[in-house]
């Protein structure tokens, strides 16, 4: 590199969805809503909640990439974040030093940040209970990280496998997290309506003793399974 980059990238104007939307989306299952965007739009399986009693949350996306073992770009993004806002910390998912503790979670509570998201590791799990804010990672461990940059805030980036950008809405609940894009969740919001309705109607009729779905029992009678 000729030049070395700047500390800091931040993107300070973004789009933001309608709040009204967002709203739509508070206590939605995110089983749901991966039904309401054709079953993908999760993390991976890895990243999970470090208190699962409370990993409840939406919110809009703040994105900030850390790089492995620094956390310059999440200190950014606490400084630009708004109440109601989601940090998304992407770290190459670097496991090897925590980028988020409870000092940082406490911060964020402090500032309106709903939640937390990253595809590395935290320490302080003790106190990141106490202070309550959900946070998601894929690990735990004591090792501290440095703060030196790059780093990056409000730019797209590639989390647990899914891309994520400024202005998309994150849910999360004790199974995991699922991103919205912006530019579909008018569709989500209105395709969540439909698998609700659907999953309500289901569950009725397994709670009246439905063993099997219809589909199964005339696939069964189909020349498409063979008995042997």
């Excluded at 309106?112 to 003790?126: E, F, H, L, Q, S």
């Excluded at 809405?169 to 919001?189: F, Q, S, W």
């Excluded at 289901?202 to 005339?218: F, S, V």
Aim: net charge negative.
């Amino acid at each position: 590199m000729i030049q070395d980059p700047p500390l800091l990238t931040i993107k300070r104007d973004w789009e933001r969805p309608d709040p009204a939307l967002v709203a739509r989306l508070d206590g939605a299952m995110t089983g749901h809503v991966v039904d309401a965007m054709d079953g993908s739009g999760a993390l991976v399986a890895a990243i999970k909640p470090v208190d699962p009693q409370r990993a409840s949350f939406v919110g809009v996306a703040l994105t900030c990439d850390t790089g492995p073992g620094d956390n310059l770009a999440v200190m950014g993004a606490l400084a630009t974040a708004r109440p109601g806002d989601v940090i998304v910390a992407a770290a190459d998912g670097f496991s090897g030093s925590a980028i988020i503790g409870d000092n940082v979670c406490w911060m964020a509570r402090n500032g309106g940040v709903v939640g937390i998201v990253t595809d590395g590791v935290v320490r302080d799990a003790a106190g990141i209970r106490e202070i309550g804010v959900p946070l998601f990672a894929a690990g735990i461990t004591p090792n501290s990280c440095a703060r030196n940059g790059p780093g990056r805030v409000g730019l797209p980036v590639v989390c647990g496998g899914v891309a994520i950008a400024s202005g998309d809405v994150v849910v999360g609940d004790a199974d995991g997290v699922v991103v919205v894009p912006r530019a579909r969740l008018a569709e989500v919001v209105a395709r969540l309506e439909q698998v609700l309705a659907a999953e309500k109607a289901l569950q009725a009729r397994i709670a009246g003793g439905l063993t099997h779905t219809q589909a199964i029992a005339d696939l069964l009678k189909s020349d498409r399974v063979r008995y042997v």
